[in-house]
């Protein structure tokens, strides 16, 4: 695989337990929201790509055994692959495992104009509770912001509100952190107070509604730049704004 800059998607749903059709539908999400990707290789140990006959009958049996197994398009050098991953219970918000699908793709000009739709593809086909897409590397932002305990600093060094640990927030359906794009299912943007007409205008400007009812609401024009202030400015309004996410308090 190359080096390439990367824009991570992430979203939270609940725990497979059998073939009820997510996994499909995630991995059908994505391909709508660009056309001409078809993801039909699995990625054996060594890292190199292995063409799937049978994709959908493959990753439905996977399914039955609650796998989400590592699908990609097959180019390396224009990589992009999803795959879920297992949160058992004692470290996921309310004590409910999750099905984490997490999805790395190119960050260029393409999937930026298609990121809303890719976000929404995958969110939707998982019925997730909520889930974000920012830069490759925003996560070592994330991980500063982490409480690691009731009398550490109230700030990470880039002056953002500390978050809680997933396991000490009391339901699924409030997000741990923000991204550069927000999706927030129903349930989510009830738990968080979203949309407050009165109070926001701003991200109402950039957001849109989901077939589900949910919302994909992004923050700034491009992704996420923490050295850019305009950015870091952005994101500490939506953190004063949302007060439940992270677990810190009531909406």
């Not at 099905?99 to 997730?128: W, Y």
């Not at 000490?168 to 007409?197: C, H, T, V």
């Not at 009812?213 to 730049?225: H, K, N």
Request: hydrophobic share 40%; proline share 9%; net charge negative.
């Amino acid at each position: 695989m190359t080096t390439q800059d990367r824009l991570h998607f992430a979203v939270y749903s609940p725990a497979l337990v059998d073939d009820d059709g997510r996994t499909l539908a995630v991995v059908h999400g994505i391909e709508r929201a660009l056309p001409g990707l078809r993801l039909e290789w699995e990625v054996d140990k060594g890292g190199r790509p292995i063409k799937l006959p049978q994709r959908d009958a493959w990753l439905s049996e996977a399914a039955t055994r609650g796998n989400f197994p590592l699908l990609c398009n097959g180019d390396e050098s224009y990589p992009v692959t999803i795959s879920g991953l297992k949160t058992p219970a004692s470290q996921a918000p309310g004590g409910q495992p999750l099905l984490d699908v997490h999805a790395d793709l190119p960050l260029d000009a393409t999937v930026i104009a298609a990121a809303s739709s890719v976000l929404e593809g995958i969110a939707e086909g998982a019925r997730a509770f909520w889930g974000l897409s920012s830069s490759e590397g925003y996560g070592s932002e994330v991980a500063q912001q982490m409480r690691h305990s009731d009398h550490g600093p109230e700030r990470s060094p880039r002056g953002l509100p500390m978050l809680n640990f997933p396991e000490k927030i009391r339901s699924p359906e409030i997000p741990y952190y923000l991204g550069w794009l927000n999706y927030w299912s129903a349930p989510a943007a009830q738990a968080i107070g979203f949309p407050d007409p009165a109070r926001d205008a701003d991200l109402l400007s950039r957001a849109r509604r989901t077939a589900t009812g949910g919302w994909v609401v992004q923050l700034t024009d491009a992704p996420l730049d923490l050295d850019t202030p305009a950015h870091l400015d952005a994101l500490k309004r939506a953190y004063e704004r949302f007060p439940a996410i992270g677990g810190r308090s009531a909406p």
